[in-house]
């Protein structure tokens, strides 16, 4: 059983950039592709992007072009999403999750979230 | 606004049967399978129902998922308080190559 753990809370300034990581234990990332999803005050979940095996390609929502950047070092079993240039509105809690091999929204498990908050 | 849509409430009594529905288009549901995730509060999302009507191993059998052309429900028998929960549903989309989720459905136990 796979067991994604996130880093912790984060307090950013508006501008300003934040990296959360995600580390996989008790599996490998040839078996599973990171995906990233978000979910702000109130509001429903958002997917935000990450590997799409089936397509061999990695993607990302419209909304975050330019913004964000999802990356993964296999030596660790850990994946990272980057979002740059934080709004007020990028308050949220963001889960990794597994996307399951020849799915494509397919998520079996998740990380326990990162809140991140921006404010000034 | 959500691509896939969803009711925003639904409500049952204990041991009443509900049905949440997923709307959506050609280039989602029609062409895709479906996923459906339950959200408990301050919890992570969980798998509930895949590939339009499959339940993971420790889904209990009252929950259940169909799929008809560019819809997609989700039903909940014999329903619980711990049930009370916001119901997802989510999909590709071939136009936008992203995934899509629904707006979210709040399910209350009277």
């Known amino acids: 059983q796979v067991q994604l753990v996130q880093s912790g809370t984060e307090v950013k300034k508006p501008g300003s950039s934040v990296k959360v990581s995600c580390k996989a234990s008790r599996g490998t990332f040839n078996n599973f592709a990171i995906n990233w999803v978000r979910q702000a005050p109130g509001q429903g979940l958002e997917w935000m992007g990450g590997a799409i095996p089936i397509f061999g390609i990695a993607n990302h929502a419209r909304q975050f072009q330019g913004r964000v950047t999802i990356t993964a070092d296999r030596s660790t079993n850990t994946a990272y999403l980057e979002l740059n240039s934080l709004r007020s509105d990028d308050t949220a809690m963001y889960y990794c999750?597994?996307?399951?091999?020849?799915?494509?929204?397919?998520?079996?498990?998740w990380g326990q979230g990162t809140l991140v908050t921006v404010s000034s | 606004q959500s691509v896939l849509t969803q009711p925003p409430p639904a409500s049952g009594t204990p041991g009443q049967r509900v049905t949440i529905s997923c709307s959506g288009s050609s280039s989602n549901i029609g062409n895709n399978t479906v996923n459906w995730y339950q959200k408990l509060p301050g919890a992570a999302p969980k798998l509930l129902i895949y590939s339009n009507n499959q339940r993971p191993s420790g889904v209990p059998g009252r929950f259940s998922g169909s799929k008809y052309g560019t819809s997609a429900s989700l039903a909940i028998s014999g329903l619980q308080s711990d049930d009370e929960a916001v119901y997802y549903c989510?999909?590709?989309?071939?136009?936008?190559?992203?995934?899509?989720f629904g707006g979210g459905t709040k399910l209350t136990v009277l």
């Open positions: 989510a999909t590709w989309d071939d136009t936008l190559k992203a995934v899509v």
């Open positions: 999750a597994t996307l399951r091999l020849g799915e494509l929204s397919l998520f079996d498990h």
